[in-house]
């Protein structure tokens, strides 16, 4: 890493610092799906970092630089904060209420004290906590076992957890490890199902192993409806992607999950 690098990157960490004191954050909602109907069944948070001179700067480009700072959690606790606060006025179907998923890191729920944290930010936005569902990317490594004493005491409570980029990222080795609801199949997979037997092969493949501990799937980066179709039938239940809907603000999100259905 050459200097210029590292000198903009610390330049960008002092300001994320500056950031979160100033609220310069907001959250989007990509909405998900049940696949086959269409029917909304929640939506992933994403944060944002609307920069007072660069303009909007997606996350793939801040977190790790937050990450690396010691400033994930400053951000972390705005996101789930305000999705918490957000998703308890989300419309109540009669079967459950629409879920928010946020993104954490394992840095957060290996911390011993993250939980009661989460489980205090739950009461105090009155969010009922099976309509929580944390997500995380990757294996948790050498946290594994605190990771999952944190997650034991979260599940008991009613929230949920997910792994991001299932098949990828997220290997089989990871979803043993931990107490798994939901996994998230990774586009590279939701890319191929609608192609050559070759290619849905592995998506498959992946749907079966999942189905065979009990767990969830949704699919992510859905670009069309062939797409969608084919997932449905190969038994994925949940989808989100650009086919369905962008990202939105929190008044977007609210008009579609009102709205009750995207196409199918």
């Known amino acids: 890493m050459g200097r210029g690098t590292q ?3 610390g330049e960008l960490a002092d300001e994320l610092a500056q950031a979160i004191e100033r609220g310069e954050f907001r959250l989007e909602y990509q909405p998900i799906v049940r696949l086959g109907s269409g029917a909304l069944a929640g939506a992933e948070a994403l944060v944002r970092w609307r920069h007072p001179r660069r303009g909007t700067i997606p996350p793939n480009e801040f977190l790790p630089v937050a990450q690396a700072a010691g400033l994930i959690a ?4 705005f996101v789930l904060e305000e ?30 004290g993250w939980s009661s944290y989460v489980l205090g930010v739950v009461a105090d ?29 979260l599940r008991e409570a009613g929230v949920r957890f997910a792994l991001d980029d299932f098949g990828h990222a997220t290997t089989l080795h990871d979803v043993k490890l931990l107490p ?8 590279e997979f939701v890319a191929g199902v609608d192609g050559p037997p070759n290619e849905a092969a592995f998506a498959l493949s992946l749907l079966g192993l999942a189905d065979a ?39 977007g999100i609210l008009a579609v999950l009102r709205q009750g259905v995207l196409r199918s």
């Not at 400053?74 to 606790?77: S, V, W």
């Open 83 to 112: 999705a918490c606060r957000i998703a308890v006025g989300w419309p109540k179907p009669a079967d459950r209420a629409s879920f928010v998923s946020i993104n954490v890191v394992p840095a957060q729920l290996a911390d011993a």
């Open 125 to 153: 936005t009155g969010l009922d906590p099976h309509n929580l569902v944390l997500e995380m990317t990757g294996g948790a490594g050498g946290e594994a076992e605190a990771i999952e004493h944190s997650l034991e005491s």
């Open 180 to 187: 798994v609801d939901l996994v998230k199949l990774d586009r």
């Open 7 to 9: 000198r903009d990157e």
């Open 213 to 251: 501990r009990g767990i969830e799937v949704v699919a992510k980066g859905i670009e069309s409806r062939e797409q969608a179709w084919r997932l449905a039938e190969l038994g994925c239940r949940y989808g989100q992607g650009y086919f369905f809907s962008k990202p939105l603000g929190a008044s």
């Open 74 to 77: 400053g951000i972390g606790n």
